[in-house]
């Protein structure tokens, strides 16, 4: 029996904001999930003495609230970094945000003056055509002129979602790269950043043993008040009359039913939570789930002889002969995420479920990614101490040009639910942040203790360049 506890369906980002907003206000929670671990996708892995997230994952956000909230969590354990990033492209390392006298090194004067041309024509073009956007491809291009956007931008973009960049929605470009701009790049070139908040492109914080320290803080947080079935996956959601009533788990392979005598929030993916309803959405709404995508994500994971690999926190690869799309270097996030004289690298690939790298094993996976490895210069087989694979499903939702439509059709159907939330990236189908999901968790909370009903569109919607936040 619930005993009239609030039911928290994931124990990511967004579900333990909750958890821990809830038993603020001395309102009790259970939070069920499927890993061991709590964090979701900013979870960490350890792996002997090394340490690694799931990914990069560094915290930025608008929201002062959230760095205070935790810097109290934290302590002397939220530190400071200084950031360095990096694209390879042609051979070349170019600095990442772009450094104007970098990028010029690189590409050569002629290509340099073809970016400023391409990108003068686009401004113009704009002046005597007030067109909208249909793709991601066609707003690059016209934010950035086509030479800077066949460069990197689109090339990432489409190693990353495995679909042409004239079928990902605009609305990829309006939600990350807003506000960015060559004559942005060229403005901070020419002049120092002004006293204020900095941004977040030049440092950020980070928990210095893991991105885990935050969310295991914050179960700590919850405290008494939150009942925890880790390792316990959904199997069944009931409901009737609009209600949500029950909801059915498979924990340590054991069946439990666990009844909603209050309110219930989902993180799960949404694809998922209509999929486990029982009775059966309507055909209707089955049809809209089937038309929304999730990427998956593999990380490869090596641990090396050596005390470093490169400088930077992370590095992109763009071109498509290189399997991987990225590299981080934990190590660089924290020196106690490797043990002295000794460094790591992941590397990570984005996939479909089921397809040549989702199924490839660690040994296929190494074979593929060691020759490019000592290509760039970073490892030499010898170095590799061991070797680890893991793998996410339904890491990244896809903004196809037809996402939205089926989305906002499968939202409308659950908010039918009268005491049902559904937040986070997977819960509301929003590729966003760590500090977004932190947001949803703390509103949905708040939506239950305030009788109110707080929206979450606004949410990850800034139109500026997502990386800008507050540093003290």
Same mark, same amino acid.
């Given at each position: 029996?619930?005993?009239?506890?609030?039911?928290?369906?994931?124990?990511?980002?967004?579900?333990?904001?909750?958890?821990?907003?809830?038993?603020?206000?001395?309102?009790?929670?259970?939070?069920?999930?499927?890993?061991?671990?709590?964090?979701?996708?900013?979870?960490?892995?350890f792996y002997g003495n090394f340490r690694t997230?799931?990914?990069?994952?560094?915290?930025?956000?608008?929201?002062?609230?959230?760095?205070?909230?935790? %810097?109290?969590?934290?302590?002397?354990?939220?530190?400071?970094?200084?950031?360095?990033?990096? =694209?390879?492209?042609?051979?070349?390392?170019?600095?990442?945000?772009?450094?104007?006298?970098?990028?010029?090194?690189?590409?050569?004067?002629?290509?340099?003056?073809?970016? #400023?041309?391409?990108?003068?024509? *686009?401004? #113009?073009?704009?002046?005597?055509?007030?067109?909208? +956007?249909?793709?991601?491809?066609?707003?690059?291009?016209?934010?950035?002129?086509?030479?800077?956007?066949?460069?990197?931008?689109?090339?990432?973009?489409?190693?990353?979602?495995?679909?042409?960049?004239?079928?990902? +929605? @605009?609305?990829?470009?309006?939600?990350?790269? $807003?506000?960015?701009?060559?004559? *942005?790049?060229?403005?901070?070139?020419?002049?120092?950043?002004?006293?204020?908040?900095?941004?977040?492109?030049e440092q950020f914080y980070y928990p210095e043993?893991?991105?885990?320290?935050?969310?295991?803080?914050?179960?700590?947080?919850?405290?008494?008040?939150?009942?925890?079935?880790?390792?316990?996956?959904?199997?069944?959601?009931?409901?009737?009359?609009?209600?949500?009533?029950?909801?059915?788990?498979?924990?340590?392979?054991?069946?439990?039913?666990?009844?909603?005598?209050?309110?219930?929030?989902?993180?799960? &993916?949404?694809?998922?939570?209509?999929?486990?309803? %029982? @009775?059966?959405?309507?055909?209707?709404?089955?049809?809209?789930?089937?038309?929304?995508? =999730?990427?998956?994500?593999?990380?490869?994971?090596?641990?090396?002889?050596? +005390?470093?690999?490169?400088?930077?926190?992370? #590095?992109?690869?763009?071109?498509?002969?290189?399997?991987?799309?990225?590299?981080?270097?934990?190590?660089?996030?924290?020196?106690?995420?490797?043990?002295?004289?000794?460094? +790591?690298?992941?590397?990570?690939?984005?996939?479909?479920?089921?397809?040549?790298?989702?199924?490839?094993?660690?040994?296929?996976? =190494?074979?593929?990614?060691?020759?490019?490895?000592?290509?760039?210069?970073?490892?030499?087989?010898?170095?590799?101490?061991?070797?680890?694979?893991?793998?996410?499903?339904?890491?990244? @939702?896809?903004?196809?040009?037809?996402?939205?439509? &089926?989305?906002?059709?499968?939202?409308?159907?659950?908010?039918?639910?009268?005491?049902? $939330?559904?937040?986070?990236?997977?819960?509301?189908?929003?590729?966003?942040?760590?500090?977004?999901?932190?947001?949803?968790?703390?509103?949905?909370?708040?939506?239950?203790?305030?009788?109110?009903?707080?929206?979450?569109?606004?949410?990850?919607?800034?139109?500026?360049? =997502?990386?800008?936040?507050?540093?003290?």
């Open positions: 029996m619930n005993d009239e506890k609030i039911l928290i369906l994931g124990a990511g980002p967004a579900g333990m904001a909750a958890a821990v907003q809830l038993s603020k206000n001395r309102k009790e929670s259970i939070i069920v999930e499927k890993n061991l671990e709590v964090g979701g996708l900013a979870r960490t892995f997230d799931v990914g990069p994952h560094r915290f930025f956000s608008k929201n002062k609230f959230l760095y205070d909230f935790i %810097e109290e969590l934290l302590g002397k354990k939220w530190i400071k970094v200084k950031r360095i990033t990096r =694209f390879y492209i042609k051979e070349k390392f170019f600095l990442y945000p772009v450094n104007l006298k970098n990028a010029v090194l690189n590409v050569g004067v002629f290509h340099a003056f073809r970016i #400023i041309l391409d990108y003068l024509i *686009e401004k #113009i073009k704009k002046i005597f055509r007030k067109k909208q +956007s249909v793709s991601f491809e066609e707003q690059i291009v016209s934010d950035f002129g086509r030479s800077l956007a066949e460069l990197n931008m689109l090339n990432y973009t489409e190693k990353i979602w495995g679909i042409p960049c004239s079928k990902i +929605s @605009p609305d990829w470009a309006t939600q990350r790269i $807003q506000g960015l701009s060559i004559k *942005e790049v060229i403005k901070k070139a020419l002049k120092k950043t002004g006293v204020g908040p900095k941004s977040m492109v043993e893991g991105n885990y320290l935050i969310y295991e803080k914050m179960r700590k947080k919850a405290g008494k008040n939150a009942v925890f079935k880790m390792n316990s996956a959904v199997s069944k959601i009931t409901h009737k009359n609009s209600i949500i009533s029950k909801v059915e788990i498979i924990s340590n392979g054991k069946k439990q039913e666990i009844e909603v005598n209050n309110e219930i929030i989902s993180s799960i &993916p949404i694809t998922l939570f209509i999929r486990l309803l %029982e @009775p059966k959405a309507p055909k209707s709404i089955v049809g809209e789930v089937k038309k929304l995508k =999730f990427r998956s994500h593999v990380s490869l994971f090596i641990t090396l002889n050596k +005390s470093s690999v490169f400088k930077d926190q992370w #590095i992109y690869f763009p071109e498509k002969e290189i399997p991987f799309a990225r590299i981080m270097e934990p190590k660089n996030f924290s020196k106690k995420m490797s043990p002295e004289n000794k460094t +790591s690298i992941l590397l990570e690939f984005f996939c479909w479920e089921n397809d040549k790298i989702w199924n490839a094993n660690k040994e296929e996976l =190494f074979k593929l990614a060691v020759p490019w490895l000592e290509k760039l210069g970073f490892i030499n087989k010898k170095e590799v101490i061991n070797y680890f694979v893991h793998k996410e499903k339904n890491a990244y @939702p896809v903004y196809d040009l037809n996402y939205n439509r &089926p989305l906002n059709k499968i939202i409308n159907y659950l908010n039918q639910f009268e005491n049902l $939330q559904v937040i986070g990236r997977g819960g509301r189908f929003k590729y966003n942040n760590q500090d977004h999901a932190l947001e949803m968790g703390f509103i949905a909370a708040r939506n239950i203790i305030e009788r109110k009903k707080h929206s979450f569109e606004y949410i990850g919607t800034e139109q500026e360049y =997502f990386e800008k936040g507050y540093v003290k």
